[in-house]
């Protein structure tokens, strides 16, 4: 079933099994929270963990997709499903743009070109009127679902984030395990070599770019919507930096490692905002930590310990 | 033995975001009150700490203890991030039983909350955010905005420096929403006063450390006055580069935001000459002394300005009108209780007398400052001599061009 | 008065001036950034936090110690110089073998580290540092008034940039360090010691950053935020002049600089992003930046 070994499996119905049962016993806006941040992340772990590509300016398509579902759902008034694919066809095409031209190049160059790019994005986002510049796009009311069923209770949204976070989540599964994933997995480990075999291996990144970049949109698009609120910390630089760091910390290319990390760094953000001070040290911290010595992520670790691939 | 071992990590994982379960406090009914502001950005020094500190020295200035009164004070950091501040402001109201929420500096983050406070009920005393909006079209019956702001500040620094003969402006923006508004509200009053503004030059925000091509440039301009709209450490900066430039020779320099905190870090052979506007200042008269003496000892690397008073002078009056109505009742209604402080009149050793208007706008009174030369300077923090005053009723803007939806037309 | 597009002419000399004074800066903590990455291969994003760090140092001197800035000048450098030594001991050398991404991800949380202590000690509103005196005041160029001190620093950082370029290429130091990049192996059979010609080197490229930062703390305020608002530009440079390449980075920063003074003219808004078209632009068409060669 989508690809899933016989471990992944358990672990998928363990995750299932949370995510029904958490909300009745903590606070769902910040599960909510942590679905959002995890499916990014799962966005984000497509490229680094299957393309290997490190994009440094994945906010970009977070914060667009959130300022675009923000504004519909504000302004227009639709559907929140509505809202939310839009952010996603916002994500892909800013992503097919800007990956058409970064695409090219490959590792740190890579990196470096998706910062100056995102950064790009930060600076029309904060001249274009449409995003309320420093303000943003606030007081945005949460909608209805097909029509009549209203999101303002946070159970009632929570299951549709729950059911947004799943689908992505799978799409992603199922993309990976899928011939498409085989090449992608082919160009990674060798791209001379997938190229002498005919495969046009620029188009298959891009491909696999723009799929990360839509599911990107879509995370930022339900944040939107759940907060009520898109600003331009959804497109800085640091919102790349922490999607990183939660990857990292879950486990890179780990299929739950992104999920792991979601959990503890908004956890950890969560605790640690009443010692406000201490929250970037201890961001830094961790970074430092996972490079030096924990770099295959929580997940990573524990798969490695228990000899699976989670 | 794979499945417990599986078992074993959904419960690690479960039991690690136990504690955010919080149990409803039993027993007698508790007040919280949540600080939130910036505990580790550029407003650091303007707010921060010290508010915290302002506002548990209310509770000991009121006799909480003496009253019978259950009153809980936490505070956590909104590093300036709208988004941030909505998460941890939804969850204070929601889980932890906060009922009154302080400060909140950054005037994009003050909207945001005060949508929350608004749809939970609960009440927003702002002392750090400048915005008029937040009085305007976006006023909420749940909200005071207390100590200052940007039509005050326009009015009062800019009125006055173009009465003093400064009638050509040129203006030094920061390029987001409060920058901005703030030129515009400064502008509406040069022109007002029959000034001429010369030129704006608008930088990018945040991130520009040098603003050497721009005060060129506003010398070149040769306007009388250089109207800095911006804050914390862009002003600091600029007002820095602007000495290094002679501008300060050719130019009155008019800080439209500045703290007594901010002059402490630039010194003051640099801010000397600096007009300003704040409406508390330590030195002003023997109430605002004793009131820094009880709190200096807390606080000795930074004191009051007029952010930190506010936070004392909110608190204190939420106090008392929560002696007057009874716990339980103000816990109940957050839009009863504000609308009960508005009725109350405001007294206390920082502001003086005040009065809330009904829109949410507390009328403290605008105190034009010039910073002293150094050799003026007779003690620790000695830094203003007082210029000239606004009192309260005249110094925000008219209730009827706020457009405040809930105001009955007069 | 001469006007070009519309902008009186002095004002436009003043604003290259200007540009070229800020390029320098922007050269100097590029120069020590290429020199790591072209020795060591790591992308150092922790230097921000060490340009940070010696502005702080000097001011520490002058409060603590009461050692004005012409020392600080040298003892600044050093004494951060050492850190950085120590740094690169303990947590840097370990990343040697590995992907560079890894040295980014670990020098990116060093710098939210050192920049967290130092807001949580010092506040973020800024420390005092005056200009010295034999600097104070400006000279009339006719064109625009320059502040003495402006003029030092280009003097200081264009010999800085020039003494190191000539020690890299033109000395056997230099010479012994760049045929330790190619192949370390050999180098050292021929009795090198290259684990130490590494660390001096890190410490080198570290020493130019808190140069830099003692050049910049009479003009910013010495605050802890001061490294973020350089480290995203600096970057650009380096990419721009080519990654490993010492010219480059030298070229690209007083280059971008001018770039960036002639923007703030004409579209002031855009000064911050114009770098990154600009590094956009040169990636596309030249991969490895202007003067950039490794494969």
């Not at chain 1, 499996?9 to 606070?27: G, H, K, R, T």
């Not at chain 3, 004074?21 to 291969?41: D, E, H, K, Q, R």
């Not at chain 3, 605050?223 to 650009?236: C, E, S, Y």
């Given at each position: ?14 995750m299932?099994?949370l995510i029904?049962?958490c909300p009745?016993v903590l606070y769902p806006v910040f599960l909510m929270r942590v679905l959002c941040v995890a499916?990014f992340a ?200 922490e999607v990183?760091l939660t990857t990292l910390l879950g486990g890179?290319?780990?299929?739950f490692g992104p999920v792991m990390g979601a959990v503890l760094v908004t956890t950890m953000e969560n605790y640690l905002a009443q010692f406000g001070?201490w929250v970037?040290?201890t961001q830094?911290v961790v970074f430092?930590?996972c ?6 992520g929580v997940i ?11 | ?8 990590l959904g419960t690690a994982t479960a039991a690690a975001a136990m504690p955010l379960v919080r ?53 956590a950091d ?6 941030l501040?909505?998460s941890i402001?939804r969850q204070?109201?929601?889980r932890d ?314 | ?295």
């Amino acid at each position: 079933m989508f690809g899933f070994s016989r471990s992944q499996q358990i672990a998928f119905l363990m995750m299932l099994a949370l995510i029904i049962v958490c909300p009745f016993v903590l606070y769902p806006v910040f599960l909510m929270r942590v679905l959002c941040v995890a499916l990014f992340a799962c966005a984000f772990n497509l490229m680094i963990g299957y393309v290997g590509l490190l994009s440094f300016g994945h906010a970009a398509f977070f914060g667009m997709g959130s300022y675009v579902a923000a504004w519909t759902m504000k302004f227009w008034h639709v559907d929140a499903v509505i809202a939310i694919l839009l952010g996603g066809a916002t994500g892909a095409v800013l992503g097919l743009c800007l990956g058409y031209l970064a695409i090219r190049r490959s590792g740190i160059y890579f990196a470096m070109i998706t910062l100056a790019l995102a950064q790009m994005v930060y600076f029309f986002c904060l001249e274009a009127s449409f995003t309320g510049g420093e303000d943003g796009i606030q007081q945005v009311p949460r909608g209805y679902l097909l029509g009549f069923i209203s999101l303002e209770n946070d159970m009632t949204m929570y299951w549709l984030v729950a059911a947004v976070f799943l689908a992505g989540f799978l799409l992603i599964h199922r993309i990976i395990h899928s011939p498409f994933g085989q090449v992608l997995k082919a160009i990674r480990e060798n791209e001379p070599r997938a190229t002498s075999l005919g495969y046009r291996t620029d188009d298959y990144k891009l491909i696999a770019f723009v799929l990360s970049c839509m599911l990107a949109g879509v995370a930022g698009g339900t944040k939107a919507l759940v907060f009520g609120i898109a600003t331009l910390t959804d497109v800085h630089y640091s919102t790349s930096g922490e999607v990183v760091l939660t990857t990292l910390l879950g486990g890179l290319g780990t299929v739950f490692g992104p999920v792991m990390g979601a959990v503890l760094v908004t956890t950890m953000e969560n605790y640690l905002a009443q010692f406000g001070q201490w929250v970037t040290v201890t961001q830094g911290v961790v970074f430092v930590i996972c490079v030096l010595a924990f770099r295959r992520g929580v997940i990573g670790e524990l798969g490695g310990a228990l000899r699976l691939a989670l | 033995m794979t499945i417990s071992r599986r078992a074993l990590l959904g419960t690690a994982t479960a039991a690690a975001a136990m504690p955010l379960v919080r149990p409803r406090a039993q027993g007698a009914p508790t007040i919280k009150i949540g600080v939130l502001n910036d505990m580790s950005g550029p407003y650091l020094n303007t707010g921060g700490p010290t508010s915290v500190i302002c506002c548990k020295q209310a509770l000991e200035d009121f006799g909480v203890s003496g009253k019978g009164l259950n009153i809980e004070v936490i505070n956590a950091d909104h590093q300036n991030k709208p988004d941030l501040a909505v998460s941890i402001a939804r969850q204070w109201f929601d889980r932890d039983g906060v009922d009154m929420i302080l400060d909140v500096p950054t005037s994009s983050v003050a909207l945001a909350v005060q949508g929350v406070a608004r749809e939970k009920n609960k009440i927003f005393l702002a002392s750090g955010p400048a915005t008029t909006a937040l009085t305007g079209e976006q006023c909420s019956p749940n909200f005071v905005h207390w100590t200052y702001d940007t039509y005050m500040l326009a009015k009062s620094t800019g009125g006055a420096m173009v009465k003093a003969g400064g009638d050509t402006w040129y203006f030094l923006t920061a390029d987001y929403a409060f920058g901005k508004q703030l030129q515009a509200d400064t502008t509406a009053f040069v022109q007002h006063s029959g000034g001429k503004v010369l030129g704006a030059s608008a930088y990018p925000f945040p991130g520009t450390t040098d603003f050497s091509s721009f005060l060129v440039q506003a010398q070149s301009s040769r306007a009388k006055v250089l109207g800095l709209a911006n804050a914390g450490a862009d002003t600091v900066n600029s007002i820095k580069q602007a000495r290094e430039f002679g501008v300060n020779q050719s130019m009155k320099l008019a800080a439209l935001l500045m703290f007594v905190t901010d002059v402490h870090a630039l010194g003051l052979d640099v801010s000397q000459g600096l007009n300003l506007t704040e409406s508390f200042y330590w030195d002003l008269n023997d109430r605002t002394r004793a009131f820094t003496n009880r709190v200096k000892p807390k606080t000795p690397n930074n004191w009051p300005n007029m952010i930190h008073a506010g936070c004392y002078s909110a608190t204190l009056h939420y106090l008392k009108t929560i002696a007057e109505m009874g716990v339980a009742e103000a816990k109940k209604d957050g839009a009863a209780t504000v609308a009960r402080m508005k009725k109350m009149p405001v007294e206390d050793d920082c502001f003086g007398k005040t009065t809330i208007r009904e829109d949410g706008r507390n009328l403290t009174t605008a105190y034009l400052f010039e910073v002293k030369q150094p050799s003026e300077s007779k003690g620790a923090w000695d830094y203003f001599k007082l210029m000239a005053t606004t009192p309260g009723d005249q110094a925000y803007r008219p209730l009827a061009e706020g457009h405040c939806p809930f105001v009955k037309a007069a | 008065m001469i006007m070009i597009f519309g902008i009186p002419g002095p004002l436009l000399f003043g604003q290259l001036l200007l540009g070229l004074i800020n390029g320098a800066f922007y050269a100097m903590l590029s120069l020590g950034l290429a020199v790591i990455f072209g020795m060591l291969n790591i992308i150092n994003f922790a230097h921000g936090a060490l340009f940070m760090m010696g502005a702080f140092a000097s001011w520490m001197l002058l409060q603590y110690a009461g050692i004005g800035y012409f020392p600080s000048l040298i003892l600044a450098p050093l004494i951060i110089g050492a850190f950085g030594v120590v740094l690169e001991k303990t947590i840097i050398s370990r990343l040697y073998k590995l992907d560079h991404l890894y040295g980014l991800l670990l020098t990116f949380g060093l710098a939210l580290v050192i920049q967290g202590l130092f807001r949580n000690y010092y506040g973020s509103s800024g420390l005092p540092y005056r200009i010295p005196d034999i600097l104070q005041g400006a000279t009339d160029l006719g064109f625009m008034f320059l502040p003495n001190y402006r003029g030092w620093v280009v003097v200081a950082a264009a010999v800085v940039c020039l003494a190191t370029w000539a020690i890299i290429e033109k000395t056997p130091l230099g010479a012994t360090l760049r045929a330790a990049t190619e192949n370390a192996p050999l180098v050292q059979a021929f009795g090198v010691n290259v684990p130490r010609l590494i660390t001096l080197t890190y410490g080198g490229g570290v020493a130019l950053a808190a140069f830099a930062g003692v050049l910049a703390a009479p003009i910013y305020s010495v605050n802890p935020n001061m490294g973020d608002n350089f480290i995203n530009t600096v970057f650009a440079v380096v990419v721009i002049g080519g990654m490993g390449s010492i010219l480059g980075s030298i070229v690209s920063g007083f280059g971008l600089g001018v770039i960036e003074g002639l923007t703030k003219v004409f579209y002031p808004q855009a000064s911050a992003t114009v770098v990154f078209l600009v590094m956009v632009i040169v990636l596309l068409t030249l991969p490895h930046g202007l003067f950039g060669r490794r494969a």
